[in-house]
């Protein structure tokens, strides 16, 4: 059994063949946590969850970019892709609503993203304090739901790491930090903390600073969760040029290579920390 702990068939790119990608996935046994970015994808991946008995699952919250009216540049299909997102303000009871549905595992995906900052310095600060807000509000509910945290994190994970330990009574106690990229000291911080770490196919990419396999090596295969965050982030000689939750089977793959562990060991422990978690 596998588990993609954090995809996105949810997203309009999915739409027409997400039923279709879900039964393989079932036949298959790999599980999936649909994960929302906003509203209303967050009330699409309940939904989906409807269809299914088990093996399908949803979490729910607004993404620190949808904060802002901001033209996103991603790669989807290798190809580079352009889109708006539309500035949302957290309604905390909208999604308190919409998370109390029977198959929502978890909060998220919340958290900060200064990768699409403004220049000037005062914008800069409305732009991070405007964040952290949305988060705390989300991390309310969290905890008010007794739900694990699925945090996003990119180029600030130090501010996050500050704002957990300086509002204690709403860092939660159980969260993953999702597709993990930062230094093995942050990582260490998360670890300390109890926070179990994603790892997707990023691990395959070279990035200025970041060392992959040391930080896997580091984390204990108890406190790892394997993703795709597709249709984002495929690995290399990946079957499909859209990224899709068979994607953790490379994933699962490196990590077994890099610990010297076989696949169906990692697969089975990685399977196990995502059902203690999530409660599934």
Excluded at 35 to 55: H, L
């Amino acid at each position: 059994m596998l588990i993609d702990t954090h995809c996105h068939l949810n997203f309009n790119v999915f739409k027409d063949d997400s039923r279709e990608i879900i039964k393989k996935c079932l036949d298959k046994d790999i599980w999936l946590i649909n994960v929302g970015t906003q509203y209303t994808t967050s009330e699409r991946a309940v939904q989906i969850t409807k269809e299914y008995e088990k093996g399908v699952y949803a979490a729910v919250g607004l993404h620190p970019t949808q904060l802002e009216t901001n033209l996103i540049k991603i790669k989807i299909d290798l190809e580079d892709v352009e889109y708006q997102t539309r500035e949302e303000k957290f309604d905390y009871e909208k999604y308190k609503t919409l998370a109390k549905n029977q198959k929502v595992v978890a909060i998220g995906e919340i958290g900060l993203d200064y990768y699409y900052k403004p220049k000037s310095k005062t914008k800069l600060f409305l732009f991070k304090e405007k964040q952290k807000e949305s988060l705390l509000e989300q991390l309310k509910l969290a905890k008010e739901l007794n739900l694990p945290v699925i945090f996003h994190c990119r180029m600030a994970h130090n501010d996050l790491i500050e704002l957990l330990l300086n509002n204690a009574d709403v860092a939660p106690k159980k969260a993953v930090a999702h597709g993990f990229v930062g230094s093995a000291e942050q990582l260490q911080k998360y670890l300390n903390i109890g926070y179990y770490i994603g790892f997707n196919g990023i691990i395959f990419k070279k990035i200025e600073g970041i060392n992959f396999q040391e930080n896997i090596e580091k984390t204990p295969l108890e406190r790892i969760l394997i993703e795709t965050d597709c249709p984002y982030l495929v690995s290399p000689n990946f079957s499909e040029k859209r990224n899709n939750p068979f994607g953790v089977i490379p994933v699962a793959k490196e990590i077994a290579r890099i610990k010297n562990l076989s696949f169906e060991k990692v697969a089975e422990i990685t399977f196990k920390n995502a059902k203690t978690l999530f409660k599934l």
